[in-house]
């Protein structure tokens, strides 16, 4: 289906917004007339920018308090919907689109209102004119669509159809199956958007927190299926009024909003009524864990993080065949140093300093997965590899960084024996019992957030928990996770508003958004613990007050307590296990490790988040 997007969904100039709507891939546009007012040339200008750009104006809007109103504001009404007319003359636009009315003098009645619509309809087909009638959530009498449908039907008239936005029918969790038997020809134009379920007045609602289709809570899948049950063949245009977006880049923002429609589709193929899709996408990937993390570091760095890798239990087991790369082990975890001096990690390196520069996931099938992230948008990522050497398919993630994928069919299962040998004299490391990644925390810009949750959630078979607020020394953190059921992949996304959090401290240090820390999976973390203090590895230190707090609101014994005070270990439960964690002191003060025994625990530890943060803040 073709698709369309509100240009008050992004942020700049008109001309600015269209292009990024171009460059996306939409096929036409929802002019606001805010954006028109602003915007430095006449209707026509607007009309040529568009045509030129390849794109339609499918509507213009809002035309709002029309429907019901008593002499002589009604016939001022008619008169302001023939100025629109006129303008939509100019602009080479055919569809008004008028909500209902929430003025306190609008008279309400379904007759009086299909009448006026009516009315309205027959000066609008002299002009070639067609007109929508959308139920806002919160108009005077007309707030639900069966009513809105009501009034287009009793109207009677070929120029008039219904709108029906998704954002106004769940707000008011109103019965889907009625839009069953409206006509698809009566529907003028369906407009998406998703948001998360909040408590809260619904204006506000609307005009700050919606968000693009799979970034919210709300069922979409139902809602289309009830759309295409009626037959409706036209656009499917989105009509974002989001804070986020309005912070962050147009050209971004547009892609999401394809990628949001493109995955939106994709979960309707199979489903009754619903069209064949344009393209067909690989099914989501399957996340078997992560392959290795690779560091970009220079020289100094690499010396200072081989030793940290060291006193954490790992050995390099291996030496790129062509670059300065190093393969570092212990249990089921990679980790590969890159400080070679060409190359994607080395500018990573300029940019951000000492980070990760790339996390490898791997899944079911690489090939299918880079299909997939490519039908869905997301950048490929190539460069120049050796002779002989693997080419591991790659797109753009976090904050430049790159996802790389392999899997254990193809070539790419051969990775280290490909791409490495193993150094002369293998160096020794009885380990630390470190076993896996448990997860990966990466901190962003609030702007970002819905952005990645999107990629992610999008690419991979992952399922988010809810969105957390955790209490930072220096002001909220906003915590949501991505993961697989079996727990193979688990990613903390973070993100702050406050300047001064430690998420936003390392941004700044950062130059960006990025990974911030890594979890490790132990089995037994006192063993561990040790482990790390014998080999000199600094850990975070916890205050007395925390065991205090502990042996207060836990069962533990004063004998367990001890022992976890004794190590610097923090404690949390839930109803699945206990969960235990250690962090070692940051790294170049960019980023930190955490060792964690999870003892079927299902979460992070975010009653113990604060406390790390405080401590990490003294630090
Ligand atoms: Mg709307
Ligand atoms: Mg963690």
Redesign the pocket.
């Known amino acids: 289906m073709q698709t369309s997007i509100a240009t008050v969904s992004l942020s700049g100039g008109l001309a600015e917004k269209l292009e990024a709507i171009a460059a996306a891939g939409f096929a036409a546009v929802e002019i606001f007339e805010s954006d028109l007012l602003s915007f430095n040339g006449t209707p026509k200008d607007v009309a040529r920018m568009v045509a030129a750009l390849g794109l339609k104006i499918v509507t213009f809007q809002p035309f709002r308090d029309f429907e019901g109103m008593p002499e002589p504001q009604r016939s001022r009404t008619f008169a302001r919907a023939e100025r629109k007319f006129d303008l939509m003359g100019e602009l080479g636009c055919d569809l008004l689109m008028i909500?209902s009315n929430v003025a306190p003098d609008a008279l309400g009645g379904i007759d009086r209102a299909a009448a006026d619509f009516h009315e309205l309809g027959e000066r609008a087909a002299k002009r070639g004119i067609r007109v929508g009638f959308?139920a806002l959530a919160w108009g005077r009498h007309i707030s639900d669509y069966r009513d809105s449908w009501e009034v287009v039907r009793r109207a009677d008239h070929p120029a008039i159809g219904l709108?029906l936005?998704s954002?106004?029918i769940f707000a008011r969790k109103t019965d889907l199956t009625p839009i069953r038997s409206i006509p698809g020809d009566k529907i003028a134009l369906v407009?998406l958007a998703d948001a998360p379920w909040l408590e809260m007045d619904v204006i506000s609602w609307s005009r700050h927190f919606r968000c693009l289709p799979g970034q919210g809570d709300f069922p979409l899948t139902g809602f289309m299926d009830a759309v295409f049950a009626t037959g409706y063949e036209g656009l499917l245009s989105l009509?974002i009024f989001n804070d986020q977006f309005r912070a962050g880049s147009p050209r971004g923002v547009a892609i999401d909003g394809q990628r949001s429609l493109v995955y939106l589709m994709d979960q309707m193929q199979g489903r009754p009524g619903a069209p064949a899709a344009a393209t067909t996408l690989p099914p989501r990937a399957r996340c078997l864990g992560v392959e290795f993390l690779e560091f970009a570091v220079d020289d100094r760095a690499a010396t200072d993080l081989a030793r940290l890798l060291t006193g954490l239990g790992f050995a390099k087991v291996g030496e790129h065949k062509s670059k300065a790369v190093t393969r570092w082990s212990q249990g089921a975890i990679n980790l590969v140093l890159n400080n070679d001096n060409e190359g994607f990690a080395h500018s990573h390196q300029l940019t951000h300093g000492p980070s990760v520069c790339a996390i490898c996931l791997k899944v079911d099938n690489a090939a299918a997965t880079l299909d997939r992230a490519e039908k869905l948008r997301d950048t490929p990522f190539r460069q120049a590899v050796g002779p002989g050497e693997l080419e591991i398919p790659a797109v753009r993630g976090l904050g430049g960084s790159l996802l790389y994928f392999v899997d254990p069919n193809s070539k790419l299962g051969q990775l280290w024996d490909i791409d490495f040998i193993a150094p002369k004299d293998p160096e020794r490391n009885g380990g630390a019992g470190l076993t896996v990644v448990d997860h990966v925390s990466q901190s962003m810009h609030y702007e970002e957030m819905l952005s990645w949750l999107l990629f992610y959630t999008s690419l991979l078979d992952v399922a988010t928990t809810p969105q957390l607020d955790v209490i930072d020394p220096g002001g909220i953190v906003r915590s949501q996770v991505i993961q697989t059921a079996d727990g193979a992949l688990r990613i903390a996304l973070n993100a702050s508003q406050s300047q001064q959090t430690l998420s936003s401290r390392f941004l700044s240090r950062y130059v960006g958004s990025g990974v911030q820390h890594i979890a490790f999976a132990t089995d037994d973390i006192v063993a561990t613990v040790k482990q790390l203090r014998a080999n000199g590895v600094e850990l975070l230190s916890i205050p007395e007050n925390y065991y205090d707090d502990l042996e207060a609101r836990t069962e533990l014994s004063a004998e367990r307590i001890e022992i976890l005070r004794k190590h610097g270990i923090l404690y949390d439960r839930d109803e699945a296990g206990e969960y235990l964690q250690a962090y070692t002191r940051g790294f170049h003060d960019l980023f930190f490790f955490e060792i964690v025994e999870r003892r079927g625990y299902k979460g992070f530890g975010a009653v113990n988040a604060s406390i790390r943060l405080a401590a990490q803040a003294r630090q």
């Open positions: 909500c959308e709108t936005d954002f106004h407009q009509e």
